[in-house]
């Protein structure tokens, strides 16, 4: 007997990241990579970092950094949330803040605290891989959420019971969403909401790239529209998931959730019986570097980065087919192209790979359902704008190679 045969059954749900595979491909010099959703390490703020780190381990600081501490988190990083989260417009208590080991692993912990198997989790189309992944292993069925159709609460509902479950939960980016780069408005936030008052449903916001806004108008997080009406975080259904990879350092693994007492208490068991902790050393240093310095180099992210996303812009431009069009997003670190009907993006990364030494994500695997293969994802954060330009020149001429089949 194999020992997989003893595996249990959610096992099945659960595959590869494209993404993560597709990462590997970033050590091969010759490829231009527009592949990776991760920051430009040349920008990490490496010497503040250094300095709380040696801080954090000091005669004064180590026996705290380097010993178990509360499941909740570290209390100087929750404090600096709350502050932050009120510049959004969310009013919480530190009683609201979980520190989780990157927002990945709040999007784990979320789908164990609401799915059963069969239950339905409405997201995007596409929607971000990595919540698909965590989701997956707690067996939902995935149905749209879209403030722009016209389904009832009813009808959305008798789709969950035919498949064996309730409705749960809305997961979504409201800000740049990986892998469209698309926003919404003030007034889709609100139908969202709207919609999940009357299915009783969680909202999940993941607010990864909130704080990577190059141009256009900023809209309040859901939580903030909802507390805003509601009037007491206690009474909010929206479960905010924030983190520091994006702004800071990813590798660090510090994210944090804000959301209604009942939800913060039974996600911290949940911590309690994974990891009993986020890393304190890690929590410490990152509360040093955010107190310090987070507003001014949030601010350096955007002018470079928003920068980097005018590059690409132009050369798609410049050096696209007809036939092909994409989004043109006001933030983030993704544009989301379509490609001709018929096209396949993992056929079209094949061809690219051998013969224009380029890489980027194929579409489908952003779908639930594996569909809209004719899709992929642009990643412009790490690379230069000569860079840029060259690899869209080499997208294009795959392309049009691609085309004439």
Avoid at 205 to 216: H, W
Avoid at 314 to 340: I, N, Q
């Amino acid at each position: 007997m194999s020992v997989t045969e003893l595996f249990a059954t959610r096992t099945e749900g659960m595959h590869a990241s494209e993404i993560r595979e597709l990462l590997k491909l970033l050590d091969q010099p010759e490829i231009i990579s527009f592949a990776g959703g991760i920051p430009d390490p040349a920008l990490f703020p490496r010497v503040e970092f250094a300095e709380a780190l040696a801080w954090a381990t000091s005669d004064t600081e180590a026996a705290q950094s380097l010993q178990y501490a509360p499941s909740e988190g570290y209390t100087p990083l929750r404090e600096w949330i709350v502050r932050y989260m009120a510049t959004l417009g969310v009013s919480c208590a530190v009683e609201n803040v979980l520190i989780t080991a990157g927002s990945q692993q709040a999007l784990d912990y979320l789908g164990k605290l609401f799915l059963d198997p069969k239950d339905t989790a409405l997201v995007g189309w596409p929607t971000y891989l990595g919540a698909l992944g965590a989701f997956n292993a707690y067996q939902p069925v995935y149905d749209r959420i879209d403030p722009r159709a016209n389904r009832s609460a009813e009808e959305i509902t008798q789709k969950a019971a035919s498949r064996g479950g309730r409705v749960k939960f809305a997961y979504l980016s409201a800000d740049f969403a990986n892998p469209t780069g698309l926003t919404f408005d003030r007034a889709e936030r609100e139908a969202i909401l709207a919609k999940a008052d009357a299915l009783d449903i969680a909202v999940i916001e993941d607010g990864a790239y909130q704080a990577l806004r190059y141009s256009g108008t900023a809209y309040p997080p859901m939580l903030a529209l909802e507390q805003a009406r509601k009037g007491d975080m206690e009474a909010c259904r929206t479960i905010y998931c924030g983190s520091f990879s994006k702004t800071l350092a990813p590798g660090l693994r510090v994210g944090w959730v804000v959301a209604a007492k009942p939800v913060i208490q039974q996600m911290v068991l949940m911590k309690q019986a994974a990891d009993l902790q986020t890393a304190t050393l890690n929590q410490m240093a990152v509360a040093r570097v955010a107190e310090a310095v987070f507003d001014s180099h949030v601010a350096k992210l955007r002018e470079v980065y928003g920068h980097r996303l005018n590059a690409m812009l132009a050369s798609l431009g410049h050096h696209m087919p007809e036939g092909v069009d994409w989004t043109r997003p006001e933030g983030g670190m993704f544009v989301w192209m379509h490609l001709p009907e018929g096209m396949d993006g993992a056929e079209l990364l094949a061809q690219a790979l051998r013969t224009q030494k380029i890489a980027f994500v194929p579409g489908g695997a952003f779908f639930a359902d594996g569909s809209n293969r004719n899709t992929i994802r642009l990643n412009f954060s790490l690379l230069d704008d000569k860079t840029i330009d060259e690899g869209i020149r080499r997208l294009g001429e795959a392309l049009r190679t691609a085309m004439a089949k």
